[in-house]
Nanobody, 124 residues
Framework: EVQLQASGGGLVQPGGSLRLSCAAS????????IGWFRQTPGKEREGVSC????????YYADSVKGRFTFSSDNAKSTVFLQMDSLKPEDTAVYYC?????????????????WGQGTLVTVSS
């Protein structure tokens, strides 16, 4: 059974940093693409960053490029989203998701496996 466990959300001031983690189990990590998505009330789920586990290539939405860093520890089947220079508009519930493919997608409908969300609040 594919399982994803996200953690690391919290309250942070603008300009601050948070590191999200997503522990994966139940599948061959190297054969999956992992994505981070976020959602605010009344809005569609938005792709933030994606990583192809096999080669470690990362992709970022323009809204977070230069501020967020997606990394992985393949030995531990865990991925991380380092979020720096956070802005109030980054406030959202963040989700990690996995798809059995080695190409990325920002379309949440392409991801059959989801972890529970972790809330990130950026506020002074």
């Amino acid at each position: 059974e594919v399982q994803l466990q996200a953690s690391g959300g919290g309250l942070v001031q603008p300009g601050g940093s948070l590191r999200l983690s997503c522990a994966a189990s139940g599948f061959d990590f190297d054969d999956y693409a992992i994505g981070w998505f976020r959602q605010t009330p009344g809005k569609e789920r938005e792709g933030v960053s994606c990583l192809t586990s096999r080669d470690g290539r990362t992709y970022y939405a323009d809204s977070v490029k230069g501020r967020f860093t997606f990394s992985s520890d393949n030995a531990k089947s865990t991925v991380f989203l380092q979020m720096d220079s956070l802005k109030p508009e980054d406030t959202a519930v963040y989700y990690c998701a996995a798809r059995p493919a080695t190409v990325i997608s920002y379309d949440p409908r392409q991801y059959p496996n989801w972890g529970q969300g972790t809330l990130v609040t950026v506020s002074s």
